[in-house]
């Protein structure tokens, strides 16, 4: 099996939030052949066994202020890489990832906006 690679939905309108955090069209989320998931956002990185991945749901669509660019959420640990408003995968961790976003000390879970969402939740389900 090859890597899967499942890039970001870059909804240009919003380019002046994503862009100077250093996110590009190579930037999204790759199934790795050896079975790692990885999320790179510009500068910024996941990545973590499949193993360690025990949930996923297709969300949105979302208000573009609480889902465009690098957030992390006080209340549930999660973090958004998104580059979308239109929709995005969350998924959640058997074990907190280490600490990405200054909102806690390891995070639960991890929303992206990619333009797959069927083919990212496939690709975890191992279909």
């Not at 000390?105 to 389900?125: I, M, Q, W």
Request: proline share 6%; glycine share 12%; aromatic share 12%.
């Amino acid at each position: 099996m090859a890597d899967r690679f499942f890039p970001y939905d870059l909804d240009v309108r919003f380019q002046w939030i994503w862009w100077p955090l250093g996110v590009r069209a190579g930037d999204g989320v790759t199934i790795t052949e050896d079975g790692r998931f990885v999320a790179t956002f510009g500068r910024w990185r996941v990545d973590t066994p499949l193993s360690n991945i025990k949930g996923w749901q297709v969300s949105g669509p979302y208000h573009w202020y609480r889902a465009v660019g690098m957030r992390g959420s006080a209340a549930d640990s999660g973090i958004t890489f998104g580059t979308t408003p239109r929709g995005g995968v969350c998924v959640l961790f058997a074990e907190r990832i280490p600490q990405v976003v200054p909102s806690a000390p390891a995070h639960a879970g991890l929303t992206v906006t990619v333009k797959d969402r069927e083919g990212l939740v496939a690709a975890l389900s191992g279909s």
